[in-house]
């Protein structure tokens, strides 16, 4: 019951920052607004990190946090493949979006080539 609290507090939290993300312009925001936007998220940032970071109880506890980790990979790396899609057909690419993309992936084949050289 404890986790799925917290994982509720945290849908919560993410739905109150996009909806203040959204009403505004980003441009009109105040420095106060911008920095508790900013602080919301870098405490979102590292409550989403633990998620699922706790004692494995069995095979299946850990399967499952398997599983969640590589669906969230290929979610991440969707939304991010979509979002340069969309920016390179507007002309105005975010590089922001490309470094994510690339961090993503990069990180993925340099664990999966250490796992492999590990053994």
Not at 70 to 88: D, E, F, H, P, T
Request: avoid cysteine.
């Amino acid at each position: 019951m404890k986790i799925i609290v917290y994982y509720l507090i945290l849908l919560i939290l993410i739905a109150l920052i996009a909806g203040f993300l959204i009403q505004g312009d980003s441009d009109s925001m105040s420095m106060g607004q911008m920095i508790s936007v900013s602080v919301f998220l870098g405490f979102y940032i590292v409550a989403m990190s633990l998620v699922g970071e706790g004692k494995t109880i069995d095979e299946r506890d850990l399967q499952h946090r398997y599983t969640s980790n590589r669906l969230a990979l290929v979610a991440g790396s969707i939304v991010l493949s979509i979002g340069v899609l969309v920016q390179l057909f507007s002309h105005n690419l975010d590089y922001w979006l490309l470094a994510g993309l690339i961090a993503i992936n990069l990180v993925k084949i340099v664990s999966l080539i250490r796992s492999n050289y590990k053994q």
